[in-house]
Antibody, heavy 123, light 111 residues
């Protein structure tokens, strides 16, 4: 059974960098899937942040692209999210995720989600 | 503003059928069959209900069905049950620079 677990600080100060890691178990991060990050501000909808392939190819939401970096560590079977220059608008539950298939176009057909971690941006 | 438009809310009585729409453009919903639907209960991660417009993952009730006509995708829930209450989101691949987008979400109330 595939499991994803987010970890990282729950509180980040404005203008600083939000850093989260997603530990993957039950599957190899090099197994050919795309691995992604999605966030959900309190009381609001879902927003795709970005996705990485095990080879290191990355795809980012243009609205966040200038501030986002997603990386993969195959030796630890995990992938990470960094979002810099955060503001209160970045306060959200952050999910890591894996789609059901290996099709590039279908990366938002996600059947494995982390439990989500709330990150609050506040001084 | 989300790239895909969903009604903010829908409601129905137990046993009835309801349909949630997801309207996009020919660059996303209308141009590709990579539309997914999610159900989300409060405090929980979303659950995939439909992928590739009309396919149900294993374990999802056949009361849930998906379809598409032109630039609008639809999720239909038949035989509405109290447990179906929650938020529903559509998503799609898009040929625009955004690449992948979600709808704004629809709150389903079972009366």
């Amino acid at each position: 059974q595939v499991q994803l677990q987010e970890s990282g600080p729950g509180l980040v100060k404005p203008s600083e960098t939000l850093s989260l890691t997603c530990a993957v178990s039950g599957d190899s991060i090099s197994s050919g899937y795309y691995w992604g990050w999605i966030r959900q501000p309190p009381g609001k909808g879902l927003e795709w942040i970005g996705t990485i392939y095990h080879s290191g190819s990355t795809y980012y939401n243009p609205s966040l692209k200038s501030r986002v970096t997603i990386s993969v560590d195959t030796s630890k079977n995990q992938f990470s999210l960094k979002l810099n220059s955060v503001t209160a608008a970045d306060t959200a539950v952050y999910y890591c995720a894996r789609p059901r298939g290996k099709t590039y176009y279908d990366i938002l057909a996600i059947d494995y989600w982390g439990q989500g971690t709330l990150v609050t941006v506040s001084s | 503003q989300s790239a895909l438009t969903q009604p903010a809310s829908v409601s129905g009585s137990p046993g009835q059928s309801i349909t949630i729409s997801c309207t996009g453009t020919s660059s996303d919903v209308g141009g590709y069959n990579f539309v997914s639907w999610y159900q989300q209960h409060p405090g929980k991660a979303p659950k995939l209900m439909i992928y590739e417009v009309s396919n149900r993952p294993s374990g999802v009730s056949n009361r849930f069905s998906g379809s598409k006509s032109g630039n609008t995708a639809s999720l239909t829930i038949s035989g509405l049950q109290a447990e179906d209450e929650g938020d529903y989101y559509c998503s799609s691949y898009t040929s625009s620079s955004t690449l992948w987008v979600f709808g704004g979400g629809t709150k389903l109330t079972v009366l």
